[in-house]
């Protein structure tokens, strides 16, 4: 018989995990609390949270649900990441984390309708920013549009030389023409 507290506790995590782009699962085994205190600032910073959940009571938030593949994965103390911003941000504040705290361990993730183990989740903290992946795609942008301006003048900037040219040595051909009426005067 389920008692209210452990309803609560389910309907509070089904609701938390509505809407969500990004879910993590940590194995937190073996970190102090002022750790996960750390870890749920910097996750706080890129509009994620962190909670600790019970297994039974996580696989009940999760049944029938798209995260229901989760379910295999929790076993053992058990972390919850959960985001519905960016999750490249989220990718990389955990694996910030994880690299100077060898304790805390990744399970696996969903990320935007995707199942992903722990190596996939590796590589999407790897990639650049979005901010960084924008500044690459204007500049790519910019430069394909500067090479196109730059063919469009390319005949008017041609014929503007040649006609340059064309005046000096139209000037060169008539100062030597005055030069040779001079001496033949």
Same mark, same amino acid.
Request: aromatic share 4%; proline share 4%.
């Given at each position: 018989?389920?008692?209210?507290?452990?309803?609560? @506790?389910?309907?509070?995590?089904? $609701? =938390?995990?509505?809407?969500?782009? /990004?879910?993590?699962?940590?194995?937190? %085994?073996?970190?102090?609390? %002022?750790?996960?205190? &750390?870890?749920? #600032?910097?996750?706080?910073?890129? $509009?994620?949270?962190?909670?600790?959940?019970?297994?039974?009571?996580?696989?009940?938030?999760?049944? $029938?649900?798209?995260?229901?593949?989760?379910?295999?994965?929790?076993? *053992?103390?058990?972390?919850?990441?959960? $985001? #519905?911003? &960016?999750?490249?941000?989220? @990718?990389?504040?955990?694996?910030?984390?994880? =690299? /100077?705290?060898?304790?805390?361990?990744? #399970?696996?993730?969903?990320?935007?309708?995707?199942?992903?183990?722990?190596?996939?989740?590796?590589?999407?903290?790897?990639?650049?920013?979005?901010?960084?992946?924008? @500044?690459?795609?204007?500049?790519?942008?910019?430069?394909?549009?500067?090479?196109?301006? *730059?063919?469009?003048?390319?005949?008017?900037?041609?014929?503007?030389?040649?006609?340059?040219? =064309?005046?000096?040595?139209?000037?060169?051909?008539?100062? &030597?023409?005055?030069?040779?009426? *001079? @001496?033949?005067?």
């Amino acid at each position: 018989m389920p008692t209210q507290e452990k309803v609560t @506790a389910v309907e509070d995590l089904k $609701s =938390r995990l509505d809407g969500v782009k /990004t879910v993590v699962l940590t194995e937190y %085994r073996g970190l102090t609390v %002022r750790q996960l205190s &750390d870890l749920r #600032k910097q996750l706080r910073a890129v $509009s994620a949270q962190y909670k600790v959940v019970k297994n039974r009571l996580a696989r009940l938030a999760i049944a $029938s649900s798209r995260l229901e593949g989760l379910g295999t994965h929790l076993k *053992g103390p058990t972390g919850v990441i959960f $985001s #519905k911003e &960016d999750p490249v941000a989220v @990718a990389k504040a955990l694996h910030t984390f994880a =690299r /100077t705290h060898q304790a805390l361990a990744i #399970k696996a993730g969903y990320v935007e309708g995707q199942m992903l183990p722990p190596t996939e989740l590796k590589a999407l903290a790897d990639l650049p920013s979005r901010e960084a992946l924008r @500044a690459y795609l204007v500049g790519t942008i910019q430069g394909v549009l500067a090479r196109l301006v *730059g063919l469009l003048t390319a005949p008017q900037r041609d014929l503007v030389y040649i006609l340059q040219q =064309r005046g000096i040595s139209s000037d060169g051909d008539a100062q &030597d023409a005055n030069t040779a009426q *001079g @001496a033949n005067a």
